[in-house]
């Protein structure tokens, strides 16, 4: 789960992160107020759930309330990268001196969270990364130690900070690994980090991201979820607790289990296919859940055939076959559907599926072909 600008620094001002004074804003009118309390320079931020804000022109200076108010109604109008701005952030200017990367997020090839940053922070950070790559960089953080402090003042150094801010930098940087910890963060990102003119170090950007599995025990962070963004598709997937993921192919897949959805995919490419996505419904799932997860396949326009590999262990083959006979009922699926049900009252499920006009496949190898095959002949 990904969060706005201005939640993600109200986390990071509880954990001692100096942030601009602001705050977040609905309407052009609202903005004003915002500015006219702050007095003086503001800045106007789209609070939108991409990067690159900045240079779409979702970032503006402002040098009174009234032209706040004109910005805001500006900004609150535009779509970034498809995405409308519903909400600004309205803060205090700074004058910058310089612009600093900093962030801790998951390096998984190391198994390990990595600390990076770089002198040459903002909006070209991107860019920096791919053309000089030695200006960034990485320090990795032992799990069980924590950041140590030393690790905090080494890469100060590294990004040649000026002594005088080693210990705003430190400070930064320990308070940015307890949020990241402590939240279950898999991103925790400040970019930039200034220093302004008058030589305060302050957090100027925020971006943060969840890890969606240890929200269960954040409730205070799963209520900030923004689903103004997500696709419908993956709200209805949720409420279900179904494990959904869209993707750019034309099979539909349902499929039991994470280990043996990711496998289906796989070999739908080895026969030349593509997956409309991964889903997996789960152990245990019942007509329900399958009737969910079958409409959620469905209303995708770009499905051209559906794949069912259902691996009946905990979950029964008859429950199944019966999710998608209501599913099919309600849904009315013009698109051809392979199926193979394979474990506990298989039989009984494919019984029950024989009056629906599926196509039946006794492996996964078979399934795969006859439903890449159908796609094809649905395009
Ligand atoms: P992003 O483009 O989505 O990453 O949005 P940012 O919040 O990082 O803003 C983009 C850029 O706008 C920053 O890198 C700064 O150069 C500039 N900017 C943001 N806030 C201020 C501010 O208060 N004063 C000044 N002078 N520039 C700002
Ligand atoms: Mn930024």
């Known amino acids: 789960m990904k969060l706005h600008e201005y939640q993600s620094k109200t986390i990071f001002s509880k954990y001692g992160i100096p942030i601009p004074k602001g705050r977040v804003a609905a309407t052009a009118q609202e903005a004003k107020q915002v500015a006219e309390e702050l007095g003086g320079r503001v800045v106007i931020k789209a609070q939108v759930l991409v990067g690159g804000r900045g240079k779409a022109g979702g970032v503006k200076l402002a040098k009174d309330a009234d032209e706040a108010e004109q910005l805001a109604t500006q900004i609150l109008g535009m779509e970034i990268k498809g995405l409308p701005v519903r909400k600004v952030l309205v803060d205090e200017a700074s004058a910058i001196d310089q612009e600093i990367y900093f962030s801790i997020t998951d390096d998984r090839a190391a198994r390990k969270p990595v600390m990076i940053a770089s002198a040459a922070g903002g909006v070209d950070i991107e860019e920096v990364a791919a053309t000089d790559p030695d200006k960034i960089i990485k320090v990795h953080i032992d799990p069980l130690l924590g950041l140590r402090e030393y690790q905090a003042r080494d890469v100060a150094v590294a990004i040649d900070l000026p002594r005088d801010y080693w210990k705003d930098f430190i400070k930064v940087a320990m308070g940015l690994w307890e949020v990241y910890k402590n939240t279950d963060a898999s991103l925790a990102e400040i970019n930039p980090l200034v220093i302004t003119k008058d030589k305060q170090m302050v957090a100027l950007d925020g971006k943060m991201m969840i890890d969606d599995n240890a929200l269960f025990r954040h409730p205070d962070l799963a209520e900030m979820r923004d689903t103004d963004e997500d ?25 039991n289990g994470a280990g043996l959805a990711m496998t289906s995919m796989d070999v739908i490419k080895l026969f030349g296919g593509e997956p409309a996505n991964f889903l997996d419904v789960g152990g245990g799932a019942d007509s329900k859940k399958v009737a969910a997860a079958m409409r959620i396949i469905l209303t995708d326009p770009r499905v051209k055939a559906v794949l069912f590999n259902i691996f009946g262990g905990i979950t029964r083959c008859d429950e199944v076959a019966r999710g998608i006979l209501t599913a099919m009922d309600e849904v009315k699926p013009k698109v051809p559907m392979v199926v193979r049900l394979v474990g506990t ?8 599926l024989e009056k629906a006009n599926m196509i039946t496949a006794e492996t996964l190898a078979d399934a795969a072909k006859k439903s890449v095959e159908a796609a094809k002949k649905g395009k």
């Open 231 to 255: 696709a419908p598709a993956e709200i209805e997937a949720r409420k279900y607790g179904l494990s959904f993921i869209k993707l750019d192919g034309d099979i539909g897949c349902m499929v």
């Open 345 to 352: 009252n298989a039989e009984e499920g494919r019984r029950l």
